[in-house]
């Protein structure tokens, strides 16, 4: 068989190099703003087995997750300047095109049995990647296997990228999704846990950089006109031609990033509404993925879960209100002077001290794996009622659609890094009624939920990234619509920033 | 279940024997909750000469609430470090929970805030600023719309079912009319729980929304987000809220009248809601009643709303005739 370079497999090389760049330069904007890998799932601060920031800790003062990023440069990650909500676009988005091409071009290499330019068939192969190795630290160019189009060593490494590392990428990219993650909670923990999951996703990064590198210093040792012109004509013919016409198209990918950079700066708006076409029609499926996490397999059983696997110090984004009147509540256990109002487009409102709630509750808890938005984890063993059993309490009138939260924290007054005022959220009602969306009063048998996680109450939403969790609740109002409240994307980052309502990955 | 309205105020501590008891059958933090980080102190358990040296300073600083006097406190012997947490508060700053033994008083709670040194009876100590006497219950933003001082009187899942001579029915807005009929006729509807709060919420939302108005900010965002916010969450719930039970002829003439008062005000309001990009009631009154008889008959899906709208308030306001 004449394995050739066919020209479906030139376009995916081509789109590849498209996808691969902006992931990785994507990809870098959603680690600056969180640039610490760990191994273990409570982020400890202190244990990170890497990091990419000279950002000093304060010692004596609590500090939040949200004051750890840094901000990259817009000509490394894409868009730069610490957006991570544009960066998350522009990474789902060539998520689509990158999943998507590699499926087809899978199916392609089956089909048309081109596999067999990445598989080896026989053990010789590894004996002769070996020898070609060594050849090249020679400085003399190894020959094809007969046959092939490669060497031996070329099959391997292109084989590892595409058969392995391709999948590899995938499964632990898609595990990022807290909505996934805590639907196959089994799979995240075979995986070694979301912050194994994140590192390893990292390693992919730096895999496919370190291939790129390679790739191209081989590029240019077997003959750059040569080797661009198969990709480009499938054959090297006419090297002139192939490597002019691979130039140029490289001169044009190196275009698009510098446009997409200036643009997304320019407008961000016009960028969510590019990412709402391509990515809102497959991630509004995984609402059909309720959170089934609970951090301790013999849950399934009915029993009782544990507090031995969640973290010491839950790690919290946002500032705790600074206001005397919250530390008078605080200082005051909280208990006696809260209360959680429920109304809005209901048959029955109602108002429920925290005593109520933890009654209505009747010890029902959740042990969940927390997925901030910036990276870190942490696990906590919520006491709570679900939002769905508070919702058949008083009962959504016709046409609800909606949740809306609202807390006491105002951004503006608590935290220095943002403008406006109470923070809100919204949760459509298929994700208000999902299982573990939840209305907690109690973090890890503490007896309340410590300030910096959002006591006395807050919401619980295991299937979104965290800051859609809101704390310091105060207000429950169900609605018809969401359109209407302040600038109509449904919570206060949806509002003032880049981020999705669709937080499920 | 609880089918009962509580009020749990009656059954709070009285005493600082009472407090002590109620406060040490709380549960506490065993673990680090800070692991990896390095507070300078931690939340102290105050011993009986502690809570004097509280008591003492606040006879020393005359730190009393309104109405009350600097010895009427019990004092909560959880001692609170603020100092790592809060951004704006000093290093060595405690926050301990003082309740008022005031007759009458006795729902209100607040702070007194003091340094690790005081509490540890150095004389020496750092005296950090006396805070204001705040209530702990006025952390609740709707704490100026309920009939006590410090929160509702009625709480749990019949909290607005009360006697229409509650004292949520007696709270109405003073912009409802004075001509309300003062008796009920036999055939209006069984009330609806809570729909006087509604109107409470509305107005006061509206207030506000006029309140953001006349200072000329307009959209400026850390003045304009709560009145937005507040109007908006109370358009897209409250008020289809009252529209529906209007449609099934279950307000009676009492909340009807004030119904269409909120109304014809928002209605004289429009300038301001259109200049402050806000929505206005009589659009969103119409599609509600047009969505809630879709979902009736069974013909509206949910699943759209899980995608963005088009939000109907970021259209920049239009200019006044002759600005430029």
Request: charged letters at 20%.
């Amino acid at each position: 068989m004449d394995l050739g370079f066919p020209w479906w497999l030139r376009v995916e090389h081509f789109l590849n190099i498209i996808f691969i760049s902006f992931l990785v330069r994507s990809g870098l904007e959603i680690l600056g703003t969180y640039p610490k890998l760990y191994r273990s799932q409570h982020t400890v601060p202190g244990t990170s087995w890497a990091q990419f920031t000279v950002q000093d800790e304060p010692k004596h003062k609590y500090y939040t997750v949200g004051g750890e990023d840094s901000n990259y440069s817009p000509r490394i990650s894409l868009p730069g300047r610490g957006l991570l909500g544009l960066g998350r676009y522009w990474h789902f988005m060539a998520v689509t095109g990158f999943v998507t091409c590699w499926i087809i071009y899978f199916v392609l290499l089956l089909v048309t049995g081109q596999w067999r330019r990445y598989v080896p068939t026989s053990w010789d192969v590894f004996s002769q990647a070996g020898q070609d190795m060594l050849a090249y630290l020679a400085f003399t160019m190894p020959h094809p296997v007969d046959g092939m189009v490669f060497n031996a060593l070329q099959q391997l490494s292109y084989g590892f990228v595409i058969l392995i590392l391709t999948p590899l990428v995938i499964l632990t990219g898609a595990f990022q999704s807290p909505a996934i993650a805590n639907h196959f909670s089994r799979i995240t923990r075979a995986l070694g846990g979301r912050q194994v999951i994140r590192s390893t996703h990292f390693l992919c990064l730096v895999g496919y950089v370190a291939f790129f590198a390679v790739h191209v210093i081989l590029v240019f040792m077997h003959g750059y006109l040569h080797e661009t012109s198969k990709m480009v004509l499938g054959h090297s013919n006419s090297p002139v031609v192939g490597g002019v016409i691979f130039s140029i198209g490289l001169a044009l990918i190196v275009t698009l990033h510098v446009v997409a950079t200036r643009w997304t700066l320019a407008d961000g708006r016009a960028v969510e509404k590019l990412h709402n076409v391509i990515v809102r029609p497959w991630s509004n499926l995984l609402y059909k993925l309720p959170a089934r996490m609970h951090y301790d397999r013999s849950n399934i059983t009915g029993k009782d879960v544990g507090i031995d696997n969640t973290t010491h110090n839950f790690r919290g984004s946002g500032r705790p209100p600074e206001t005397p009147e919250y530390l008078a509540l605080m200082a005051n256990c909280y208990e006696d002077d809260y209360v959680l109002e429920i109304g809005g487009y209901v048959e029955r409102p109602m108002t429920l001290t925290i005593a109520q709630l933890r009654e209505l509750a009747a010890g029902h808890s959740q042990t969940t794996l927390h997925h901030c938005v910036q990276g870190f984890t942490s696990i906590g063993r919520w006491r709570g009622i679900t939002v769905s059993d508070l919702l058949d309490l008083v009962k959504p009138l016709p046409g609800a659609t909606d949740v809306v939260y609202t807390s006491f924290q105002n951004m503006g007054r608590d935290d220095v890094l943002y403008e406006g005022g109470t923070y809100y959220e919204s949760t459509p009602m298929v994700e208000a009624r999902m299982p573990q969306t939840l209305i907690a009063f109690e973090l890890n048998d503490e007896g309340e939920i410590p300030a910096k996680n959002g006591g006395p109450v807050r919401l619980r939403l295991e299937t979104s990234t965290g800051f859609r969790s809101l704390k310091w609740l105060e207000r429950i109002e169900v609605t018809n619509r969401y359109d209407i409240i302040l600038k109509g994307r449904g919570g206060f980052f949806e509002d003032t920033d880049f981020y999705d309502r669709n937080q499920l990955i | 279940m609880l089918r009962k309205s509580m009020t749990l105020k009656k059954t709070r501590p009285r005493t600082q024997a009472e407090l002590d008891a109620y406060i040490a059958a709380r549960p506490r933090p065993v673990r680090n909750t800070f692991e990896g980080m390095y507070p300078l102190h931690e939340d102290l358990e105050l011993s009986d000469e502690q809570v004097q040296i509280v008591q003492d300073y606040l006879q020393a600083v005359n730190f009393h609430l309104p109405g009350a006097a600097a010895h009427e406190f019990l004092v909560v012997r959880w001692a609170r470090y603020t100092g790592f947490q809060f951004l704006q508060e000093h290093l060595e700053a405690y926050a301990i929970g003082l309740r008022c033994t005031h007759p009458g008083m006795e729902d209100q709670h607040t702070f007194i805030r003091m340094s690790w040194g005081q509490l540890m009876g150095d004389p020496e100590a750092i005296r950090l600023p006396v805070n204001e006497p705040v209530l702990a219950s006025d952390m609740m933003t709707l704490a100026r719309y309920r009939d006590t001082r410090t929160g509702p009187s009625q709480t749990g899942v019949d909290a607005y079912a009360a006697a229409p001579d509650g004292p949520v029915a007696n709270s109405l807005p003073n912009s409802l009319p004075n001509s309300l009929p003062d008796s009920v006729p036999n055939s209006v509807p069984e009330p609806v729980p809570g729909a006087d709060f509604d109107l409470q919420l509305l107005n006061g939302a509206l207030d506000d929304v006029l309140k953001q108005h006349l200072t000329g900010k307009g959209r400026e965002i850390n003045s304009w987000w709560n009145p937005a916010l507040n109007w908006g969450v109370a358009l897209a719930g409250r008020y289809p809220r009252l529209k529906y039970f209007e449609s099934q002829g279950r307000l009676d003439e009492k909340i009807l009248a004030a119904l269409h008062s909120f109304e014809a005000r928002a209605a004289h309001a429009e300038t301001a809601l259109q200049e402050l990009g806000l929505a206005s009631p009589a659009p969103v009154a119409a599609a509600a009643l047009k969505q809630a008889e879709q979902a009736e008959s069974g013909t509206f899906s949910r699943r759209h709303r899980i995608r963005t709208p088009q939000s109907l308030t970021e259209s920049k306001p239009e200019k006044p005739n002759g600005s430029e």
